[in-house]
């Protein structure tokens, strides 16, 4: 079995009370709305005031506390049976973008025990995100999230011992039903972890064999169906385009499927992801160099879908899932595929490539005309970091969304993203932008036509050539699926953006 490195471990549990818990920290979570002018508003948190010796009133009196967003005050805790600590965490006044919102205070609650080096910490709050379920598991989610990194490759013994410690997080006084909106969080957390240990692995770890045999062992310990194709048998089966992207490398191409088959299932999904594990461009190679890092995430729509099918699995959500992940590396080489190559895809039409760093594209063609052929799903949803003109639309805050075949699936998908918390934002399919794609000497080309224009767009457009004309979601990942600047994500490492948005889907396809 491949085993993962060693990250934090938390263990997040309710309690009734916070008395007699002998926590480290005490984190109370409170709006601005919760104080005026120095004072406590309601009675319920001037209960919880006391039952920390008025730490909370002292730093609201002095000022020290307002409960802006984000902010935080400490202060020592009187009541040793209680905590050492009281940690304020201001939710600010805003109301937009609460699942977003309750996930960023689960990062500063992490912050602030990881700051420390507590053990165990209980949570508390009178704020609005407290007041629904599906909050309160967000902010565990950010908890988890907050805990999280990616090890030393050389770890001492001592920071083994750290990660191996665990951190103990009890919400405090939540309403009845709260245990099993916190168990389903849980599952969600595992899944986005193990993506983001994907996502940040060397690319000299995380090699498409390496991303396959993980995710095998993650998929078949939940029960799940597993085939995994390699090179011989992804050339008897036509993936010519794959094939051709991955002839540079000395790693062997890895083609997973996954599928989760409930009997009570009244429609099927299949996420499909591209799984890059290092891109150098090819023969149109990344230049200058400095283009080259952080190439090694060119494999996160992979590591999402494969994570994702795991996650909805363990929550029995009663949809048909299926997760396609196609891994390879696009290197260079006297094998790799060139400028002017035309290649035949697993539906026969065929690409002329204009740009071996348009790869990404090329590779899903197999992996899409494959899903859409011999799985023959009812929706496709394709999570790739496809362009980096994504981020010159919508920068690191959000994914660009491109429906296809269907008057409901725009729709769909923004809801799903808004419970979700992970922003979307749907762009443009015009006809005209396909025409941009539509080659000469073969069907399509990999790049369109009038240079710099339109390069998400086309992209999509591109892709949507290989579904059969099924309810089809593009998702261009490429801003967010590491340096996420939205709220509710870590900054400047993985996101695991994705994971909780293809749950949503799975659940709104499936009316649960």
Request: with cysteine; proline share 4%; aromatic share 6%.
């Amino acid at each position: 079995m491949t085993t993962l490195p060693p990250v934090k471990i938390v263990n997040i549990s309710t309690i009734p009370a916070i008395s007699n818990q002998s926590a480290d920290i005490v984190a109370v979570v409170l709006d601005e709305t919760d104080l005026e002018q120095g004072k406590i508003k309601n009675s319920g948190l001037q209960s919880l005031d006391a039952s920390l010796g008025g730490a909370i009133s002292a730093l609201a009196e002095l000022k020290d506390f307002e409960g802006k967003w984000l902010s935080t005050a400490v202060t020592l805790c009187t009541v040793n049976s209680v905590a050492k600590r009281v940690v304020l965490v201001g939710g600010g006044k805003k109301t937009d973008e609460k699942p977003a919102r309750a996930r960023a205070i689960g990062l500063k609650i992490s912050e602030e025990a990881l700051r420390f080096k507590a053990k165990k910490v209980t949570v508390c709050g009178s704020s609005t995100f407290f007041a629904a379920a599906e909050l309160v598991a967000q902010m565990a989610v950010g908890v988890r999230m907050g805990a999280y990194k990616y090890p030393n490759s050389n770890l001492t013994a001592e920071a083994r011992k750290e990660l191996e410690t665990p951190l103990e997080i009890q919400f405090a006084g939540l309403s009845a039903g709260a245990d099993a909106g916190l168990k389903d969080a849980s599952i969600v957390a595992d899944s986005i972890e193990t993506c983001r240990l994907l996502q940040d692995a060397p690319p000299n770890v995380a090699t498409p064999k390496y991303v396959a045999q993980v995710m095998t062992d993650k998929a078949r310990a939940a029960g799940l169906t597993v085939q995994v194709y390699g090179a011989e048998k992804l050339r008897q089966m036509g993936f010519n385009a794959m094939m051709a992207v991955a002839g540079g490398s000395c790693n062997e191409p890895q083609f997973v499927v996954v599928e989760y088959a409930p009997v009570n299932a009244k429609t099927s999904v299949a996420f499909v992801g591209k799984g890059l594990t290092m891109d150098t461009g090819g023969y149109s190679i990344k230049t200058p160099s400095t283009h080259q890092v952080g190439m090694k995430y060119d494999m996160s729509g992979a590591a999402v879908v494969l994570n994702s099918v795991v996650a909805i699995a363990k929550l029995q959500l009663p949809v048909r899932v299926f997760a396609v992940a196609a891994l390879c590396e696009n290197m260079i080489d006297a094998h790799a595929y060139r400028v002017g190559d035309v290649l035949t895809t697993y539906n026969g039409k065929t690409i002329e490539v204009l740009n071996t760093d348009a790869e990404g594209r090329i590779v899903l063609s197999d992996a899409l005309a494959y899903t859409a052929k011999d799985l023959k799903p009812d929706t496709i949803i394709e999570y790739s970091t496809l362009t980096g003109a994504m981020i010159t639309a919508l920068g690191h805050l959000g994914a660009g969304i491109f429906p296809f075949n269907s008057d409901t699936l725009q729709d769909t998908v923004s809801n799903a993203a808004k419970a979700a918390g992970e922003r979307v934002w749907p762009m443009p399919t015009w006809d005209e932008i396909g025409e941009d794609v539509k080659g000469t000497i073969a069907d399509v080309n990999n790049i369109g036509a009038t240079a710099g224009a339109c390069g998400s767009s086309v992209g999509a457009m591109f892709l949507k050539e290989f579904v059969e004309n099924k309810p089809y979601c593009h998702v261009d990942i490429a801003g967010v699926a590491n340096g996420n600047m939205a709220l509710g994500f870590p900054r400047k490492i993985s996101s695991g953006f994705g994971v909780q948005l293809s749950v949503q889907i799975a659940r709104a396809l499936s009316g649960k």
